[in-house]
C-alpha cells in the first residue's frame, strides 16, 4: 500500500471502506450507549443532551484529555483488540498493513510507524473508537456500573458525585490507560463542580465551575421555563474558543474585499457556512451567538464601505442598517434576528 504526503490513496480508501463495513457489523452493536462518536444514528449533539441531563443530577465532572490519542494508539494493543472481536483474516490482516503503512514526512522521507491512526483513514474513526471502547467504555462499565459519562471520540467527561470519588476514578484511570500507552494532559484534565449555583469558591478549595466539550461551555447559566418562571441551570452554549474559529474563518476569507460582486452574491456565497454554524450551535442557547454575527455584521459593513466607497464607517453603518430593514432576509443570520 503506498501512501502520498501520509493520505491513503483514493484506491485504498475504497478497499478501507469495504472493511470498515464489514467489520461496523461486528462491533457496533456492542459499542456503549454512551459512545457518540463516528457512530450512525448519534450525534455531537446527542452527547451534549446527555451531559446536560447528567450535570444536573450529578454535581462534579471529571473533565478528561487524552495527551495525542491518535498519534499515541499502540499498534499491537490494537492489534490484540481487534483479535477479541474478529478471526476474519482479510479484516485483521488489512487494518494491520493500514496501521502500519509508513507516511512520508514533509521534507519527502519516508518515515515507518509504530503507533497512531493513519492520517485520513476511512477505517482510522472506527479502530479509535474500538480501542476506547476496550480502554475506557467496557473498562469503566464492568468496574464502575454506575458511573455515568459522555464520550465523542477522544472527548470525554465522567460524572461524578462527589471529590472524592472524582480522585478514586482519576487514579484508576491514569492506571488503565497507561496499559494502553495513553496518557492524560496533566493541565488540561480537571474535575469541574457543576451545581447550578456554582461559584469559584467551594468547600474552602478553588475549583473550576465550567468545562468544554464538542465546542461548548458548560456553566451555570439563568434558564427559563415554559411559564417564564426563571432558574440556574447548568447548561451548554457556544465556547469563546469556537467563537475565537470563526472569527478566524471569517478574516481568513477577508469578503470585505470582494468588492467585485453585489450583496446577493455575497449573501449566498457566505450562506452554506453561516446555516452550519447556526445548525450546529445554535441548538442551545441561540442568544450566546450574538458576538459572533455582531463581528459578521460589522464585516458586512466594511465590505459596504469598499463596493460603494463610502467616506466614514458611520455611513457604511447606516447603509447596512437600512438593509437589515428593508430586506431582512437576505443574509441567513439576519433571519434569526442577529442585526444592529
Known amino acids: 500500500m503506498q501512501l502520498r504526503r501520509g493520505l491513503p490513496t483514493i484506491l485504498d480508501r475504497v478497499a478501507q471502506q469495504v472493511i470498515r463495513v464489514e467489520l461496523e457489523k461486528i462491533i457496533e452493536p456492542l459499542f456503549h450507549p454512551s459512545s457518540f462518536g463516528y457512530r450512525p444514528g448519534r450525534s455531537a449533539h446527542d452527547a451534549l443532551e446527555q451531559c446536560a441531563k447528567n450535570c444536573w443530577e450529578r454535581w462534579y465532572v471529571v473533565d478528561l484529555d487524552i495527551k495525542g490519542f491518535f498519534d499515541n494508539i499502540d499498534h499491537g494493543q490494537m492489534m490484540r483488540i481487534?483479535?477479541?472481536?474478529?478471526?476474519?483474516?482479510?479484516?485483521?490482516?488489512?487494518?494491520?498493513?493500514?496501521?502500519?503503512?509508513?507516511?512520508?514526512?514533509?521534507?519527502?522521507?519516508?518515515?515507518?510507524?509504530?503507533?497512531?491512526?493513519?492520517?485520513?483513514?476511512?477505517?482510522?474513526?472506527?479502530?479509535?473508537?474500538?480501542?476506547?471502547?476496550?480502554?475506557?467504555?467496557?473498562?469503566?462499565?464492568?468496574?464502575?456500573?454506575?458511573?455515568?459519562?459522555?464520550?465523542?471520540?477522544?472527548d470525554i467527561v465522567i460524572h461524578t458525585r462527589s471529590i472524592e470519588q472524582s480522585n478514586f476514578i482519576l487514579d484508576k484511570l491514569k492506571a488503565r490507560l497507561a496499559e494502553y500507552s495513553l496518557e492524560l494532559h496533566p493541565?488540561?484534565?480537571?474535575?469541574?463542580?457543576?451545581?447550578?449555583?456554582?461559584?469559584?469558591?467551594?468547600?474552602?478549595?478553588?475549583?473550576?465551575?465550567?468545562?468544554?466539550?464538542?465546542g461548548f461551555t458548560f456553566k451555570p447559566r439563568i434558564c427559563e421555563k415554559s411559564d417564564g418562571e426563571k432558574f440556574w441551570g447548568f447548561r451548554p452554549a457556544i465556547s469563546r474558543k469556537s467563537e475565537k474559529k470563526i472569527v478566524g474563518k471569517l478574516r481568513e476569507l477577508a469578503f470585505q474585499n470582494w468588492a467585485s460582486i453585489g450583496i446577493h452574491e455575497l449573501a449566498n456565497a457566505l450562506a452554506p457556512m453561516i446555516q452550519g454554524w447556526l445548525n450546529y450551535y445554535g441548538k442551545f442557547r441561540i442568544s450566546e451567538m450574538g458576538r459572533v454575527f455582531w463581528l459578521l455584521n460589522r464585516r458586512i459593513a466594511r465590505w459596504a464601505r469598499w463596493k460603494f466607497k463610502l467616506r466614514t464607517f458611520s455611513k457604511s453603518f447606516g447603509w447596512l442598517k437600512r438593509m437589515m430593514k428593508w430586506y431582512p432576509n437576505t443574509f441567513v443570520h439576519w433571519k434569526y434576528g442577529f442585526t444592529f
Not at 490482516?93 to 514526512?105: D, N, Q
Not at 519527502?108 to 473508537?129: C, D, F
Request: hydrophobic share 35%.
Open 82 to 154: 481487534l483479535q477479541k472481536y474478529t478471526s476474519q483474516k482479510l479484516i485483521l490482516l488489512y487494518s494491520e498493513r493500514w496501521l502500519k503503512a509508513p507516511a512520508y514526512k514533509q521534507d519527502g522521507e519516508l518515515q515507518a510507524r509504530s503507533k497512531g491512526t493513519p492520517q485520513g483513514g476511512v477505517i482510522s474513526p472506527l479502530l479509535a473508537n474500538l480501542y476506547l471502547h476496550d480502554a475506557f467504555d467496557q473498562w469503566l462499565a464492568d468496574t464502575q456500573p454506575r458511573i455515568v459519562f459522555e464520550r465523542y471520540a477522544d
Open 187 to 214: 493541565e488540561k484534565t480537571k474535575t469541574v463542580y457543576c451545581y447550578r449555583t456554582a461559584r469559584f469558591f467551594k468547600d474552602g478549595k478553588d475549583i473550576p465551575v465550567s468545562f468544554d466539550f464538542l
